[in-house]
């Protein structure tokens, strides 16, 4: 094969690839964590524990206030954050299902720390 052959299948390729569409899954709930020195975790190790699970890729936080509960993260055992998280379906052989998104959901509570995690909003689909 000729190199200009080869470099133009090459250009073709990449052209492919650059207009692939991708689909990627947003939801966002209200975390219940126990931040406390003596029987939680940091809110950093945990929200670091989520990025951590397949599919995560972005994890955002914002403090949640409940009426009567302190707002600060540190040394808290009934801290609330709102999270934002977005899931690149990729790492999922058989494509992305409702039970790989209700098994995260499941994994998550099952982070060390958190004492509860439910959507606030339905989950979003979008092709980016």
Do not use: C, W
């Not at 650059?18 to 126990?34: A, C, H, I």
């Not at 098994?103 to 909003?121: M, P």
């Amino acid at each position: 094969m000729k190199r200009s052959r080869l470099i133009e299948i090459i250009k073709e390729e990449l052209q492919l690839v650059l207009k692939e569409e991708s689909t990627q899954y947003n939801f966002e709930g209200l975390l219940q964590t126990d931040t406390s020195v003596d029987t939680g975790r940091p809110q950093k190790d945990i929200l670091s524990d989520i990025r951590s699970l397949p599919g995560v890729t972005i994890v955002s936080s914002k403090d949640y206030v409940m009426q009567g509960q302190e707002v600060f993260a540190f040394n808290n055992p009934n801290y609330y954050a709102i999270i934002k998280v977005k899931i690149d379906p990729h790492p999922y052989q058989s494509g992305f299902q409702d039970e790989d998104l209700q098994q995260l959901f499941r994994d998550i509570r099952a982070i060390d720390g958190v004492k509860n995690f439910k959507l606030n909003k339905p989950v979003e689909k979008t092709t980016v």
